[in-house]
């Protein structure tokens, strides 16, 4: 055998013979700990409980391994306590804000509900005021109308929904009435769709007619009607007053044209002061008197709403205001009869 290989055996040999006695030793070691380890668990603990009066004392034994055991279950059960706690407060904190959300949705519920019935009352009202409209159109002139609008919501059922539908889920019943109000308005559009033809046909004659309130802005208020009224300036005598006086009780408001037309006149006098004179179609002419200044001049054409002058104190006044006359052809007409104005604005 060479050389170099017989020494290679011999060193191999060493450091097997080596690793034999290593782990032999470990397995030694091994077997020591085990023993130290058991010997050590199984030593016993004496707890002993002496009662102060007469009888006897008792002692219990307790290993350190019962001890070590009784340790580990108690950890695992406070740990598991600790978890179902936490589980149980996280679960807790989301009833209650599941609780919070229930709640907000029953209100929410309510109130729909409450929307609902003035939705309801409301369509009740537009169905009214719609028939008033439909028929005033239809005897205006528009016989080619349809249907009114109690057929319409009839047809769609709205009558029925007004008085409620039976139904054992609340919120279903009141989607299905939302739904059915839908339906009727949406069916009641070609009736509008003719009233507004007909308005429009008719927009022209609504501005040649003197209807709208003379001061800007709806202002002011009548300080004395048209007819027998006491003569401010003759206590005690009656005249023919022809026309109405509204007051701003101040001096610069505009002035409208109350339709559309031509002024013929303007003009001063000791009676109405500053004055401008409107003729309008079908035979109308109004006169605005006591102006502070002009804004049209004669012969100028003007539309419904136009600024033709500013509210003054000239002629023979007991302070600022305007008088307004509406004739028809040569007969005095009460300006009331056209002005469209709400109760409040002359009283």
């Known amino acids: 055998m060479p050389e170099g290989l017989r020494r290679f055996k ?3 040999k060493r450091w097997y013979e080596r690793l034999v006695q290593g782990l032999a030793s470990g397995a030694d070691l091994a077997r020591v700990a085990v023993r130290r380890f058991s010997a050590w668990g199984r030593t016993r603990f004496v707890l002993a ?45 989301k009833a209650a804000a599941l609780n919070v959300q229930l709640t907000k949705a029953r209100q929410n519920i309510d109130q729909m509900r409450e929307s609902t019935e003035n939705l309801l009352s409301e369509t009740a009202k537009f169905q009214e005021k719609l028939d008033k409209v439909v028929n005033l159109a239809r005897s205006k002139g528009k016989p080619d109308l349809q249907q009114n609008t109690g057929d319409i919501l009839k047809a769609a059922g709205l009558t029925d929904l007004i008085s409620g539908q039976p139904s054992d889920d609340p919120v279903s019943r009141d989607v299905l009435r939302l739904n059915g109000i839908a339906e009727a308005l949406d069916k009641s559009l ?51 007053h022809t026309g109405i006086d509204i007051s701003t009780n101040r001096v610069g408001d505009p002035i409208l044209a109350t339709a559309d037309g031509k002024v013929i006149d303007i003009h001063y006098d000791a009676s109405l002061g500053n004055s401008i004179t ?55 007409i009460d300006p009331l009869r056209f002005l469209s104005i709400h109760k409040e604005y002359h009283e």
């Not at 008197?289 to 033709?308: C, E, M, P, T």
């Open 49 to 93: 409980w002496i009662p102060q009066s007469e009888k006897p004392a008792r002692k219990f034994e307790i290993s350190r391994f019962s001890l070590i055991a009784m340790g580990v279950v108690l950890i695992f059960l406070v740990s598991f306590a600790a978890f179902s706690v936490s589980a149980y407060s996280a679960t807790a904190l």
């Open 278 to 332: 409107i003729q309008h179609s079908h035979g109308f002419t109004t006169r605005y008197g006591h102006l502070r200044s002009f804004a049209v001049k004669k012969g100028q054409r003007v539309s419904q709403g136009d600024v033709i002058g500013y509210l003054g104190n000239t002629g023979q006044t007991t302070g600022p205001h305007l008088h307004y006359e509406v004739y028809l052809g040569t007969s005095l």
């Open 190 to 240: 070609p009736a509008l769709d003719d009233i507004v033809n007909v308005l429009a046909g008719q927009k022209d004659i609504m501005t040649e007619v003197p209807n709208i309130w003379p001061v800007k802005g709806n202002l002011g208020h009548i300080t004395m009607y048209f007819g027998q009224n006491e003569n401010p300036f003759a206590k005690g005598q009656w005249y023919l």
């Open 10 to 12: 011999e060193t191999e």
